[in-house]
């Protein structure tokens, strides 16, 4: 049988050589990470070209004072109400479905790409010309699609409202 260990001796390492194991860690993760420091330091040269980092360093070394302006600004009711709207945007945007909004969209986009192709025209629409055009397929159907829009805006929506309301009540 061995011998039980009854001291235990410290491996002594000089400053010199734990300075350079450090210096060669900090070099090796350098060399790594070369892509990501240029990258670094380029935003940092453009921020610092536009007089961003002068205005961020004003604005940590006046901390305090930048602060109490900020809760000033905020305590005002037309900037109170604005957050507000905005936190209720917010929350509008999430209810929003965008992937049935996207036809939509884009058939917007479609619309507006003529209406700039033809705002110069000098030409007039009459009565026999918006009767006329009620027979375009295209029209009839961008017709339809405002009707059935404004049908859902008149809908009721107090039994959503109410739905809405008990389950966000339940999550709390």
């Known amino acids: 049988?061995?011998?039980?260990?009854?001291?235990?001796?410290?491996?002594?390492?000089?400053?010199?050589e734990e300075r350079s194991r450090?210096?060669?860690?900090i070099e090796d993760t350098l060399i790594e990470n070369k892509e990501v420091i240029l990258q670094?330091?380029?935003?940092?040269?453009?921020?610092?070209?536009?007089?961003?980092?002068?205005?961020l360093n004003g604005?940590?070394?006046?901390g305090d004072q930048v602060l109490h302006v900020l809760v000033e600004a905020i305590n005002k009711p037309e900037n109170t109400?604005?957050?507000?709207?905005?936190?209720?945007?917010?929350?509008?945007?999430?209810?929003?479905?965008?992937k049935?909004?996207?036809?939509?969209?884009?058939?917007?986009?479609?619309?507006?790409?003529?209406?700039?192709?033809?705002?110069?025209?000098?030409?007039?629409?009459g009565y026999l010309d918006l009767a006329k055009s009620l027979k375009d397929p295209e029209v009839n159907r961008a017709i339809t699609l405002i009707l059935?829009?404004?049908k859902g805006m008149g809908q009721e929506t107090d039994e959503e409202k109410e739905d809405r309301?008990?389950?966000?009540?339940?999550?709390?």
Do not use: Y
């Not at 049935?100 to 192709?117: D, H, Y």
């Not at 309301?165 to 709390?172: A, C, L, T």
């Open 1 to 16: 049988m061995g011998k039980a260990i009854e001291t235990i001796k410290k491996m002594e390492t000089n400053e010199e």
């Open 100 to 125: 049935q909004l996207e036809p939509i969209l884009l058939k917007v986009n479609a619309g507006m790409s003529r209406v700039a192709e033809n705002s110069e025209t000098e030409q007039k629409t």
């Open 148 to 150: 059935n829009f404004l």
């Open 40 to 55: 670094t330091i380029d935003i940092l040269h453009h921020a610092h070209e536009k007089g961003l980092l002068s205005l």
């Open 81 to 98: 109400n604005t957050i507000r709207n905005m936190l209720l945007m917010m929350g509008t945007l999430g209810m929003i479905d965008f």
């Open 22 to 25: 450090d210096l060669r860690e």
């Open 59 to 62: 604005t940590l070394s006046e």
């Open 165 to 172: 309301e008990e389950s966000s009540d339940q999550k709390v």
